[in-house]
């Protein structure tokens, strides 16, 4: 993307560009596709399913899934936890999973994570609807949670500063931009 166009009124810098941003998917979706494809009996049974969480994962997920090579199917979970910028650390699911999970491989893919509360969340409701396994994508972490779900595939590492782009959002707005960069402190406070 032309920088001239990036809106300095609103972003202070970008974090990840949207080159970086395409390479590190195409490498999660090589990485993911080798690792599902040695699964004994894979391709008979069980079946993968991708659920991308949004609203924020939704770029990422469809980044991720038309690169990944192996059989999969894709749904969508909204789970709600934040005010504009602030968390409110209660967690609901707005719009649940259209068919039951059970014996199936499932990989999450996640905006960010920031405490941690969302993932743990989600990990715990779709644990008891007894899956074959639940793998974890995310892409981008901040540095102070306290998750114990591990990460199994992680796009980047990201300072504790609100950033928006790549399908991340400030007032639902800004999903559009390509990269991932830190909003202006001006917009929100
Ligand atoms: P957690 O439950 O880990 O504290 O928060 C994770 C959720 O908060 C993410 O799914 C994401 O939707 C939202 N979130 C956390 N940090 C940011 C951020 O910097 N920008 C945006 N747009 N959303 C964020
Ligand atoms: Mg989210």
Redesign the pocket.
């Known amino acids: 993307m032309n920088p001239d166009i990036i809106p300095r009124s609103v972003v202070v810098k970008v974090l990840i560009s949207e080159e970086n941003i395409q390479r590190r998917v195409t490498e999660l979706a090589l990485q993911i596709s080798n690792n599902y494809s040695v699964l004994d009996g894979f391709f008979t049974s069980p079946r993968l399913l991708i659920i991308g969480?949004l609203r924020?994962a939704f770029i990422f997920t469809a980044d991720l899934t038309r690169q990944i090579t192996i059989p999969h199917e894709v749904d969508f979970m909204a789970l709600s936890?934040?005010g504009s910028t602030t968390?409110s650390g209660e967690?609901r699911t707005v719009m649940d999973l259209r068919e039951p999970i059970e014996n199936l491989h499932i990989l999450l893919v996640?905006?960010?994570?920031?405490?941690?509360?969302?993932?743990s969340y989600l990990h715990r409701i779709l644990q008891g609807r007894n899956p074959a396994s639940i793998k974890t994508c995310v892409m981008a972490k901040?540095p102070h949670?306290s998750i114990s779900i591990p990460i199994d595939y992680l796009g980047f590492e990201i300072p504790d500063?609100?950033?928006?782009g790549y399908g991340?959002?400030?007032n639902n707005c800004y999903r559009n931009f390509p990269y991932i960069a830190e909003l202006r402190a001006e917009i929100y406070s």
Do not use: H, R
């Open positions: 969480i924020g936890s934040y968390t967690v996640e905006d960010i994570i920031d405490t941690g509360k969302t993932l901040k949670n500063v609100w950033v928006v991340l959002d400030y």
